[in-house]
Antibody
């Protein structure tokens, strides 16, 4: 059974760096074809694709946020970490991590974690 | 980036109605399209991928069609648990953008 769970701060100040951790079980990020992605959703708004890391350490980012994002994996801990620098109130959102399946679709999602950016 | 539009953005329907949601891509994406359902306070749930392949466990009243730039999600007979917001996502090229969503509400 695949599960994912996001963790990290619920409140960050403007200009700070956000670090979110996705801890997963039921699969290994060392298995060919596997990936973990991050998606966010501002309150009342649509989903936004942020980043994706593959089993072979290939990393893909949203071009609009690429300069601020870093995605890494720790295969031994079954974790994927997303860092976002220079946080702004417009980055207030629920952040989800998800399991990448065939053709890059997300078939399993974490519950999401709400991050508020405010001074 | 490939832009996705969805129509309508809001839909009011009754139980038993046939519902169709359209997703249009700003450029051709072959069949690299997925549909998700999201209920308030919950993570999205994968319904359909490769434009028309039903995800395991998803009721057969959901179906998808289309290729290129125009796609549809159809619910053949709306059930009470189907009231939610539906998003399309293109998987043709990075970034794998989502549509703006279609909220299906109770009439």
């Amino acid at each position: 059974q695949i599960t994912l769970k996001e963790s990290g701060p619920t409140l960050v100040k403007p200009t700070q760096t956000l670090t979110l951790t996705c801890t997963f079980s039921g699969f290994s990020l060392s298995t060919s074809g596997v990936g973990v992605g991050w998606i966010r959703q501002p309150p009342g708004k649509a989903l936004e694709w942020l980043a994706l890391i593959y089993w072979d350490d290939d990393k893909r980012y949203s071009p609009s946020l690429k300069s601020r994002l870093t995605i890494t994996k720790d295969t031994s801990k079954n974790q994927v970490v997303l860092t976002m620098t220079n946080m702004d109130p417009v980055d207030t959102a629920t952040y989800y991590c998800a399991h990448r399946w065939v053709e890059d679709i997300f078939d399993y999602w974490g519950q999401g974690t709400l991050v508020t950016v405010s001074s | 980036d490939i832009q996705l539009t969805q129509s309508p953005s809001f839909l009011s329907a009754s139980v038993g109605d046939r519902v169709t949601i359209t997703c249009r891509a700003s450029q051709g994406i072959s069949s690299y399209l997925a549909w998700y359902q999201q209920k308030p306070g919950k993570a999205p749930k994968l319904l359909i991928y490769a434009a028309s392949t039903l995800q395991s466990g998803v009721p057969s009243r959901f179906s998808g069609s289309g290729s290129g730039t125009e796609f549809t999600l159809t619910i053949s007979s709306l059930q009470p648990e189907d009231f939610a917001t539906y998003y399309c996502q293109q998987l043709n090229s990075y970034p794998f953008t989502f549509g703006p969503g279609t909220k299906v509400d109770i009439k």
